[in-house]
């Protein structure tokens, strides 16, 4: 069982959830007013980038909430468990606006086309991008594993993990998941122009960035590290 953690760590927890709530109530705001008061227009296509990002990022973030309900069982770490409370709860509040916004725009939950197709789509040329980013778009096959998704094995030795042991693997594989994450909404920014899936997707930079140093602190705090 992992040692109880300082206050300063419960302090640095405190922060984390308030960042990601303010982020919440931003992208909740948008999704609503986007939907109130945006000009009438096109919606986008069953094959497009935000139709492409809506439906990928959903079981993105479908995995990140599994593994932070395993490890809620798998630990009485207060401050993994604080941490996992706020994952699963942001990213099936995410979740929730993104299978909205495909209701709204009439278009179905299941893709025509292999996930991550939109990713390989070319960035928009002279704009619409997000200062500092890269684009990745290159290392991605069409049907394959998205960015930072972990494996079924991987997933497997969580879940029969407990203690310090399930808090390590669940840190490593929630920082490459984050990573995975912060990478598609990056791409995201770089091809389109819609303004609620760009508050989304800035939101998502903005917190997994943060929520990746935070656990980064948290896994070289374990015993043994």
Not at 35 to 49: G, H, I, M, N, Q
Not at 92 to 97: C, L, N, P, V
Not at 100 to 129: C, D, F, H, K, Y
Request: hydrophobic residues 45%.
């Amino acid at each position: 069982m992992a040692p109880e953690k300082s206050p300063d760590g419960r302090r640095r927890a405190r922060l984390v959830i308030a960042a990601i709530v303010a982020a919440l109530l931003v992208g909740t705001g948008a999704f609503a007013a986007g939907r109130l008061s945006a000009p009438v227009a096109s919606a986008p296509s069953t094959t497009s980038v935000e139709a492409g990002f809506a439906r990928d990022m959903q079981e993105h973030h479908s995995q990140a909430v599994e593994m932070a309900l395993i490890i809620r069982d798998n630990t009485d770490d207060p401050d993994v468990r604080l941490l996992a409370y706020d994952i699963a709860t942001s990213q099936s509040q995410q979740a929730g606006q993104m299978f909205g916004w495909l209701s709204v725009w009439n278009l179905p939950q299941t893709a025509a086309e292999p996930s991550m197709t939109w990713m390989t789509r070319s960035p928009i040329s002279g704009g619409g991008g997000h200062e500092g980013m890269t684009d990745g778009a290159a290392d991605h096959t069409p049907g394959g594993l998205m960015p930072g998704m972990a494996t079924a094995a991987q997933l497997e030795e969580l879940r029969s993990l407990t203690g310090t042991d399930a808090e390590r693997l669940f840190l490593t594989l929630m920082i490459a998941h984050h990573k995975g994450g912060v990478e598609m909404a990056r791409a995201l920014l770089e091809r389109s122009n819609e303004p609620v899936v760009r508050s989304l997707a800035t939101g998502v930079v903005s917190s997994q960035s943060g929520e990746i140093t935070y656990m980064e602190d948290l896994l070289a705090a374990l015993p043994g590290a």
